[in-house]
């Protein structure tokens, strides 16, 4: 067999995971912009731009949830829910969807579930909220409760072109072929 079909793949993960890529934190169609990876402890100060401790009073409750969040999708749910529980004020509703993602990935769906719905309490029209909502309640295997979610999703929208819409209507899809 040719090295070239060995090389290719080879060299996507070399790219992948330098410092540089790392570096952009990721991205990935989440609502809050790519930071850096900090090292456990910390977090990312967007003012200073760089990491700095976790326990450091400067970083503001917007920083600190955004990158609870990114750990969160790194998964690294329990330093996501650690931080989380840093903020001065942890009932937003951002920071109770971010709880309930990182709580129902590490399998305490119902926890996950509670947050969510603390979050819909606080901002009814938070599209992302109902997307993990609905992802819930995929799991749970109660689709006709994300199908509803689903509904809301589209009505905040006002199609079914946003991510939130077409994620949700994907693991819907989804568990419905196993």
Do not use: H
Request: a neutral charge; one cysteine or more.
């Amino acid at each position: 067999m040719n090295s070239r079909f060995y090389l290719a793949p080879l060299l996507l993960v070399v790219v992948f995971s330098s410092p540089l890529a790392l570096a952009s934190g990721g991205g990935g169609g989440d609502d809050s912009p790519a930071k850096p990876q900090c090292p456990r402890g910390q977090v990312f100060d967007s003012k200073a731009r760089k990491c700095v401790l976790q326990t450091s009073k400067l970083v503001p409750d917007e920083d600190r949830t955004d990158y609870a969040y990114q750990l969160a999708k790194d998964g690294r749910y329990e330093e996501a829910l650690a931080l989380l529980d840093t903020l001065e004020n942890p009932n937003t509703a951002k920071a109770l969807n971010y709880r309930g993602y990182a709580t129902r990935k590490l399998g305490r769906t119902d926890e996950g579930i509670g947050y969510y719905l603390q979050s819909v309490k606080l901002d009814p029209q938070y599209a992302k909220v109902r997307e993990y909502l609905g992802e819930a309640y995929v799991v749970k295997g109660r689709l006709d409760l994300a199908q509803e979610q689903l509904q809301r999703i589209k009505s905040i929208c006002g199609n079914t072109a946003c991510e939130e819409y077409q994620d949700l209507a994907e693991a819907i899809n989804d568990s419905s072929k196993t």
